[in-house]
């Protein structure tokens, strides 16, 4: 079972779990996706549960926080027989895949997507102490996912490193997979860049996100 949130926007988190889904309904795999929505209908690999109350934070109007009735998860989860839990998203849903390990005795865990320091140091504009404070938030969260997955080896450094101290074992890298529309085309960087095929050609594809 994978703990997910819905969000309208095609975001790389939504996408990954999308292709996810399609996995898993081609496949057979006997993954379950979870999601919190108010709108969103169940189907195959698709569970929904309705959220018991739902707000937003400030600066955040496009990006609602949805809660569900832990009841209703507790439900779910014992119906389902499920073995093992992965939250996609750290708050929330994060919550409710640790209720689910305490509960049913199950491991739990967790992709990480956010430098929270670096959001909570720029965004939000925390001092040191606070910072301090907060790291060790996430310390003992984090800490308590029996595993952590990671998309690079910056993320995984400062969760090993001394700040975090998280057992290696505990931290594995991963990656999402490109979208199939991303494949091998004929090469044009002649026509396009103007240098010849056999001079390397370096592309940054990223995007800025406050």
Known sequence: LMTVRVKKEEDGVSRFLGSLHGEALARGLPIDLLTCSATAEEG???????????FRLEGHQDQPIRLPSLIDAHRLFAEGGYDRVIS???????AVALYFKYAFHVPAGLYMHTDWVDFARKTLRFDDGLLARGQELMRLYY????????????????????????????????????????????????????????????????????
């Open 44 to 54: 195959p690999h698709l569970r929904v549960l309705r959220p018991y109350c739902e």
């Open 88 to 94: 996609s998203t750290e708050l929330p849903m994060g």
């Open 143 to 210: 800490g308590r996912f029996d595993g952590i997955f990671v998309l690079n080896r910056e993320h995984e450094r400062w969760l090993t490193g001394e700040g975090m101290a998280l057992p290696p074992a505990r931290v594995r890298r991963t990656a999402h997979w490109a979208d199939p529309y991303f494949t091998p085309q004929p090469d044009r960087r002649r026509e396009l860049l103007g240098v010849e095929p056999d001079r390397p050609v370096l592309l940054f594809a990223g995007r800025l996100s406050e």
